[in-house]
């Protein structure tokens, strides 16, 4: 009786974990670490960047993703600007990121980033989605945004396509991919 309650728990403990879309298990360990980072006084604000793909699955050497593709990097100050990178796979150690004037930019213009409003005529199982999240020990902002949005065989292509959140996604994967090019140091 023991060995099938604790079995329930397990299986039950396991799918609140992971939730059923599959994003909640590594965006909650980058929420915990910016939370860190904010209640250590080790930053004043954070910016959580994730990126995927619905219904996508990946694969990585010998790491399957059941989360399917999605990344998420956690940006902060500690004197030098900081770039870390979590995924299904892995974690990265944090490392210096030249984009103190892309994130001086974003929080002069965070309410007009955060008030973008995108609108979209048709909804897929399958979409690429980008999210920003700004963090700081009083507050918290969400901004969501997905492939549909910037479908240009869509009435609302245009409008979308000039939201001040998606011009500033523009620029934060173009430092992003730079970044990335000089690579990660992965943490076992």
């Known amino acids: 009786m023991r060995l099938i309650l604790t079995l329930s728990l397990i299986i039950i403990t396991k ?12 965006d ?14 080790i930053t004043n604000e954070v910016i959580v960047y994730s990126s995927g793909c619905t219904g996508c699955y990946s694969l990585d050497g010998n790491c399957q993703c059941s989360d399917g593709l999605i990344s998420v990097y956690i940006i902060w100050k500690q004197n030098d600007i900081l770039i ?25 213009e965070q309410k007009q980033i955060f008030n973008s409003k995108f609108e979209f005529d ?5 979409d690429d989605f980008f999210r920003i999240r700004l963090l700081t020990r009083d507050s918290e902002q969400l901004i969501r945004m997905s492939s549909v949005h910037f479908d240009q065989n869509t009435e609302h292509f245009t409008s ?4 001040p959140a998606k011009l500033y996604l523009d620029k934060l994967r173009e430092a992003i991919t730079k970044a990335e090019k000089s690579g990660f140091t992965r943490r076992n």
């Open 84 to 108: 870390k990178r979590l995924n299904c796979c892995y974690e990265t150690y944090g490392k210096p990121f030249e984009a103190e004037n892309l994130l001086n930019e974003f929080l002069l």
């Open 28 to 41: 909650s360990l980058a929420q915990i670490e910016a939370q860190n980072l904010l209640k250590k006084g």
């Open 160 to 163: 979308n396509m000039q939201q």
């Open 15 to 26: 799918s609140l974990l992971f939730g059923q879309d599959g994003t909640w298990s590594i």
């Open 122 to 126: 048709y909804i897929t199982p399958h």
